[in-house]
C-alpha cells in the first residue's frame, strides 16, 4: 500500500498521534472536519510530516445534528486522489459515510470501517439489521475497538469473516508506574470532556460524604474543559477541595497532577479516558452498564481486579462504597495499582497503529499469533460480575 486515506468527523489529540505512527508504513492522507472550541477537544495542531497531507472538509447538517451529515468534498478527493486504502469512522449516520463505501466500490478502493459497533445496541430491528448487513458487504474489513464489539456482532447473527479487533488505546509517554505511588495520595482522578452524561455531581457528593461521615480528606482533580464547565466551577467555589485544572493534553503535566491520586473516576458515561487513567497506576471506577457508555474502553476494566464498576441502578450508595472501599485498604488499593498498569500495557503492545497496519496489510492474524494479546478483558469483566 503507497497511500493510506483517514477520514475522521473530527481530529483529537490522541488520534493524531495514531495516524502519525502510521506514517512509518506508508503515506497518509488526513481527511477531517474542525471541531467546535466548545465540546472541549482542544485547539488541535495540524499534523507535520512529511509522509502526511491533511485535508480539512466541512461538515454539513442540512437535517439537524442528528442524521444526513456530510463532509462536503470527500467524493472529489475520492476521485482526483485515488487512495490505494481508506479508513472511515462508522458512523451510519453520516450520508458521507454511505456514499464513501459506495465510491469505494465503484473506484475499486477498499474501505476499512472502524467503531464500536452494535455493543451499544441491546436489540436491533429489520431495518437496522439490513443496514448493517449492508455495511459489512460493502467494506473491506470492520476493525472493532474491543473484543466486546466483535462479540455484539456475532451476538446479533452477523458473520465474522470481516471482523478484526484492534483494542482502542493511546500510548502514554509519560505512565506513572505503580512503584512511584506511596500510599499517601488522597487525590480521585477525573479525566474527559465536561459533557452533559458525565455524571461529574455525582461523584461530588459521594466524595462530599465521605469527607463528612468517614472522615477521609478526600480530593478531586479535574481535568478537562467543555460545555459544563460552568456548572462545575459552580460547584468547586464552596468546595475547596476540588481542583479544576482545565484543559491539559501535555501528558507530562497530567503526570504530576496524578501523582497525588489514588484512583481514578468517571461516574459516568466513559471511554478512551479509562485507559488514559490505567496508564497512570490508577484503577478506575465507572459504572456497571457497559452499553451505555461512550465507547467500549470500560469493558478493559476487570472488576475488583484493575477497577470497580458500581451499581448504576444504585448510584449514590454504590458509588459512596466503592471509593470508600479503596480509600480505606491500601493492600487492596496497592493489587489494584499493580493490575490496572498491568493492563494498560497489554493494552498498548503492540500500540494501535501497529494493529491498524496489521489489518490493513492483511497481517492481523500473524499479529495475534506473534506478539501477546491483550487479555480478554471483557470476560474478565463478566467472571469478576457474576462471581
Not at 470500560?298 to 480509600?327: K, M, T
Request: glycine share 8%; net charge positive; charged share 20%.
Amino acid at each position: 500500500m503507497k497511500r493510506l486515506c483517514i477520514i475522521q468527523p473530527l481530529l483529537s489529540d490522541y488520534s493524531r498521534e495514531t495516524f502519525l505512527e502510521l506514517t512509518q508504513y506508508c503515506q497518509v492522507d488526513l481527511v477531517f472536519s474542525l471541531a467546535p472550541s466548545e465540546i472541549g477537544f482542544g485547539d488541535v495542531p495540524p499534523p507535520e510530516n512529511s509522509s502526511l497531507r491533511y485535508f480539512v472538509v466541512p461538515t454539513f447538517k442540512p437535517f439537524g445534528g442528528r442524521l444526513g451529515m456530510i463532509q462536503w468534498g470527500i467524493a472529489k478527493y475520492l476521485r482526483r486522489e485515488k487512495p490505494n486504502a481508506i479508513m472511515i469512522f462508522g458512523n451510519p449516520r453520516y450520508l458521507s459515510f454511505w456514499t464513501t463505501l459506495f465510491w469505494g466500490k465503484l473506484l475499486r478502493i477498499p474501505v476499512y470501517v472502524h467503531e464500536h459497533g452494535l455493543y451499544k445496541k441491546r436489540c436491533i430491528g429489520t431495518l437496522y439489521r439490513w443496514m448493517t448487513t449492508l455495511l459489512l458487504k460493502l467494506a473491506a474489513s470492520y476493525i472493532c475497538y474491543a473484543p466486546i464489539v466483535r462479540q455484539s456482532f456475532l451476538d446479533h447473527g452477523f458473520p465474522g469473516r470481516k471482523l478484526s479487533v484492534a483494542h482502542n488505546s493511546q500510548t502514554n509517554h509519560f505512565p506513572v508506574r505503580p512503584q512511584e505511588k506511596t500510599g499517601l495520595e488522597k487525590g480521585v482522578l477525573f479525566i474527559g470532556r465536561l459533557r452533559e452524561g458525565n455524571q461529574l455531581p455525582l461523584l461530588v457528593r459521594s466524595l462530599e460524604r465521605i469527607r463528612r461521615e468517614d472522615g477521609l480528606p478526600l480530593t478531586l482533580h479535574v481535568i478537562g474543559t467543555g460545555e459544563q464547565v460552568g456548572l462545575l466551577r459552580n460547584e468547586a467555589r464552596e468546595r475547596p477541595w476540588i481542583v479544576l485544572h482545565g484543559e491539559l493534553f501535555d501528558q507530562e503535566r497530567i503526570r504530576a497532577v496524578s501523582l497525588g491520586c489514588f484512583l481514578g473516576c468517571y461516574p459516568g458515561n466513559a471511554g478512551l479516558s479509562v485507559v488514559h487513567m490505567m496508564s497512570l497506576s490508577l484503577p478506575v471506577i465507572t459504572h456497571d452498564d457497559l452499553p451505555s457508555h461512550q465507547g467500549p474502553e470500560p469493558s478493559f476494566i476487570r472488576n475488583g481486579v484493575s477497577g470497580l464498576l458500581y451499581d448504576h441502578n444504585d448510584p449514590e450508595e454504590s458509588l459512596y462504597r466503592a471509593i470508600r472501599s479503596l480509600a480505606s485498604d491500601p493492600l487492596l488499593l496497592a493489587k489494584m495499582w499493580q493490575s490496572a498498569f498491568e493492563d494498560y500495557q497489554n493494552l498498548v503492545s503492540p500500540p494501535l497503529s501497529e494493529r491498524y497496519w496489521a489489518i490493513l496489510d492483511g497481517r492481523h492474524s500473524q499479529l495475534r499469533s506473534h506478539a501477546a494479546p491483550p487479555p480478554d478483558l471483557e470476560s474478565e469483566t463478566s467472571r469478576a460480575k457474576s462471581a
